[in-house]
T-cell receptor, first 112, second 111 residues
Framework: NAGVTQTPKFQVLKTGQSMTLQCAQDMNHEYMSWYRQDPGMGLRLIHYSVGAGITDQGEVPNGYNVSRSTTEDFPLRLLSAAPSQTSVYFC???????????FGSGTQLSVL | QKEVEQDPGPLSVPEGAIVSLNCTYSNSAFQYFMWYRQYSRKGPELLMYTYSSGNKEDGRFTAQVDKSSKYISLFIRDSQPSDSATYLCAMTPGSARQLTFGSGTQLTVLP
C-alpha cells in the first residue's frame, strides 16, 4: 500500500536550471495538491487539481507549473529555479477538498 | 497578520505530562479544524478532525474548538517520547476552499 510517492527525496539545483518533482498516488483520489514548507511559514499551497485535466493556483504559484494528465500523477515543474525556491516540497492527495489529506514524504530542494 | 497563528515553540516536557497546543485564527468563516502530526523528515499525518465548536476525544488526544474566541487546542495526556514531533493546526471554511495551516509547534517529550 504505497499511498503518495514523491521523487526525488533530495535535489540540488543551480539558479536557472529546470526540474520536475514527481508525485504519484495509488488511492484513486481526485484531489491532489503541492505544498511548500519553510521555517516559520507553515505549509503553503502552490497548485492543486480536483481531477484529471483540471488544475488551479494556490497561495504561492509563481515560478511553478503543474499538469494532471492522469488521476494518479501530478508533477510539479520548476522552469527556472531561484534561491527563493529552496524549500521542502510536499505532495498530498484526498478524496475531496475537505477530506483527510494524505501526504508524501517530501522533497528537500536546494537552489544555489 | 496571518490568518492562523501558532506558537512555534520549541516545547519540551517530561514523559507523562499533559501537553496543551494552541492556535488562534482571525477568519470567522472557518468551520472545519484539524491537527496534523509531523515527524522529522516525514510528511504530516492527520491526527484529529473536528467540525464547528466542541470537544473530540481519541485515546490520549483531545481536540477543543472555541469559535467564539477563535481558538483551538490539542491536549495530549500521559505524553510519551513517541509524541515528539511538530504539530500543525489546519482549518477551512464550510465552502470548498483550501486548508490554511499554522506554522507548527515543535514538541519534545523527554524520557
Amino acid at each position: 500500500n504505497a499511498g503518495v510517492t514523491q521523487t526525488p527525496k533530495f535535489q540540488v539545483l543551480k539558479t536557472g536550471q529546470s526540474m520536475t518533482l514527481q508525485c504519484a498516488q495509488d488511492m484513486n483520489h481526485e484531489y491532489m495538491s503541492w505544498y511548500r514548507q519553510d521555517p516559520g511559514m507553515g505549509l503553503r499551497l502552490i497548485h492543486y487539481s480536483v481531477g484529471a485535466g483540471i488544475t488551479d493556483q494556490g497561495e504561492v504559484p509563481n515560478g511553478y507549473n503543474v499538469s494532471r494528465s492522469t488521476t494518479e500523477d501530478f508533477p510539479l515543474r520548476l522552469l527556472s529555479a531561484a534561491p527563493s525556491q529552496t524549500s521542502v516540497y510536499f505532495c498530498a492527495s484526498s478524496l475531496g477538498r475537505r477530506e483527510k489529506l494524505f501526504f508524501g514524504s517530501g522533497t528537500q530542494l536546494s537552489v544555489l | 497578520q496571518k490568518e492562523v497563528e501558532q506558537d512555534p515553540g520549541p516545547l519540551s516536557v517530561p514523559e507523562g505530562a499533559i501537553v496543551s497546543l494552541n492556535c488562534t485564527y482571525s477568519n470567522s468563516a472557518f468551520q472545519y479544524f484539524m491537527w496534523y502530526r509531523q515527524y522529522s523528515r516525514k510528511g504530516p499525518e492527520l491526527l484529529m478532525y473536528t467540525y464547528s465548536s466542541g470537544n473530540k476525544e481519541d485515546g490520549r488526544f483531545t481536540a477543543q474548538v472555541d469559535k467564539s474566541s477563535k481558538y483551538i487546542s490539542l491536549f495530549i495526556r500521559d505524553s510519551q517520547p513517541s509524541d515528539s514531533a511538530t504539530y500543525l493546526c489546519a482549518m477551512t471554511p464550510g465552502s470548498a476552499r483550501q486548508l490554511t495551516f499554522g506554522s507548527g509547534t515543535q514538541l519534545t517529550v523527554l524520557p
